[in-house]
């Protein structure tokens, strides 16, 4: 499965099977997870077979078999929000190449101490639930291109395919509170803007960072740079 795949088979998973992740797919995982760190500045962590964090009952999603998950911190910072959502949505990705199934988790976990570790000034921003889905999940509602983008007869087809890959990428109760702007040509780059929606609920910037790392793999990050 390549990443463009990835992107259209993931939905949300929140029924998990009790099967333990692969000895190989840890390895994998592991890989992946100590290079986004880097790239991301991140402390993301995947803690393996430990039931506890999603025992509960939460106000928002109701979770089973959930065994394993990453605890996603890094240092507090203005952007820490946004660099979780870009460098977390590349694992969730990169999960569902492996034949996995993932569930972002901003309030439905408990934090179980011991099973993570937290550096000075880290903080944890989220959880991503991970396993072997009983189900592939069910696609959700998705807005049109029009009502997140400026997109019109003029703007090329390469903005049009990242706001449709950012359309399919998860946001906190589906609220898709993003949009992109074509902005034009400035010194031989096209360029693109993001922007974050207002939501009494919260993490806009995530969600921001999740559907920049959508419409980057859409659009061809090639093509264009970010104001
Ligand atoms: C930042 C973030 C936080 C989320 N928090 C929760 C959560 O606490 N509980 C839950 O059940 N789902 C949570 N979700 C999953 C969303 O409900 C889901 O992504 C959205 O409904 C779109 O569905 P899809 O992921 O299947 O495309 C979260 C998603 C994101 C991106």
């Known amino acids: 499965m390549t990443i463009q795949e990835a992107i259209e088979a ?4 929140r029924a998990y099977k009790e ?19 880097g790239k991301g500045q991140l402390h993301m962590q995947l803690i393996l077979n430990e039931p506890r964090a999603f025992k509960g009952v939460f106000a928002y999603g109701k979770f089973f ?26 694992l969730v990705l990169f999960a569902q190449t492996l034949g996995l ?4 988790v901003g309030l439905s976990y408990t934090k179980i101490p011991g099973t993570y570790v937290l550096g ?3 903080k944890i921003a989220c959880y991503i639930a991970i396993g072997y889905g009983e189900t592939q999940g069910v696609c959700h509602k998705i807005k049109t291109v ?11 087809l390469w903005f ?9 990428a998860p946001t906190a109760v589906n609220q898709q509170k993003f949009s992109f702007e074509y902005i034009g040509v400035k010194d031989g780059r096209h360029q693109v803007l993001a922007k974050k929606g207002f939501s009494m609920i919260g993490y806009t910037q995530m969600d921001v960072g999740i559907a920049k790392c959508h419409f980057e793999i859409g659009a ?6 970010w104001v």
């Not at 199934?101 to 972002?104: F, L, V, Y």
Request: hydrophobic share 35%.
């Open 10 to 13: 993931r939905h949300s998973v």
């Open 220 to 225: 061809g990050k090639e093509n264009f740079e």
């Open 19 to 37: 099967q333990p992740l692969a000895k190989e797919v840890v390895i994998e995982l592991q890989k992946k997870i100590a290079d986004l760190n």
């Open 101 to 104: 199934n993932t569930c972002w």
């Open 146 to 156: 029009e009502q997140v983008s400026n997109i019109n007869d003029t703007t090329p």
């Open 160 to 168: 049009k395919k990242g706001v449709e890959a950012a359309l399919l």
């Open 120 to 122: 000075d000034g880290e």
């Open 65 to 90: 078999g959930v065994n394993n998950y990453i605890v996603v911190a890094g240092q507090k910072s203005d952007d820490l929000d946004e660099r979780v959502g870009y460098f977390g949505e590349q």
